[in-house]
């Protein structure tokens, strides 16, 4: 699958197929996380993979939007060291496009993830350290959950050419949304 038609039919997936995620796609996910840009290159994330199926479920339980856990045969959970950082305030930006890129490149690979949410809240943030032994100077960014999906959800159309300007915020930008999917065919 092509870098376009990724970015464009990638859907958060909260249903699995009980098999098992491959070990080399595993690394290949990860590798495409640290290739994700960061604040002078300072590349805070650090990873956590949770294959226990009690541990997954013991999350699904104490956080209130993880149900995907329950099903999922894998999470990566993303992390962000907080010392030593040349530009700290911009961690979770860093953390934030290593995710994304993650749930690409497990989209490319046939893959199905979902982005769940722990980053700021200080009490989802806490249930992961806990649970997982993080040490004082890493934090949980996000957790997402990966498989082999068992749905498929429709994609919507989310192009909204009302929310360009061009210039300045009073000219409307008209390039149409069929000029751009004919380009992310070719």
């Known amino acids: 699958m092509d870098g376009m038609k990724a970015l464009m039919t990638r859907r958060s997936i909260r249903v ?10 595993i690394r290949t996910l990860i590798e495409a996380a640290m290739y994700a840009p960061s604040a002078g290159d300072q590349e805070p994330w650090r990873f956590v993979l949770i294959q226990d199926p009690a541990t997954l479920q013991r999350i699904a339980i ?5 149900s995907a856990l329950e099903s999922a045969p894998m999470a990566i959970l993303v992390c ?20 994304q890129n993650l749930m690409l490149a497990a989209h490319m690979q046939g893959l199905g993830s979902v982005w769940i ?3 700021p809240k200080r009490d989802r943030m806490a249930i992961l350290s806990r649970l ?12 997402v959950p990966v498989g082999h999906p068992l749905e498929h ?34």
């Not at 997982?132 to 957790?143: K, R, T």
């Open 132 to 143: 997982l032994h993080l040490p004082e100077d890493v934090e949980p960014f996000a957790l």
């Open 117 to 119: 949410g722990l980053y």
């Open 16 to 25: 699995f197929r009980p098999e098992p995620v491959e070990p080399e796609i």
């Open 153 to 186: 959800p429709e994609q919507p159309e989310r192009y909204r050419p009302e929310w360009i300007r061009s210039e300045r915020w009073f000219d409307a930008w008209t390039f149409g949304r069929q000029d751009l999917r004919a380009k992310a065919d070719q």
């Open 62 to 66: 104490d956080h209130p939007y993880a």
């Open 80 to 99: 962000a060291a907080t010392r030593d950082l040349p530009h700290p305030d911009y961690r979770a930006e860093d953390c934030a496009a290593a995710t």
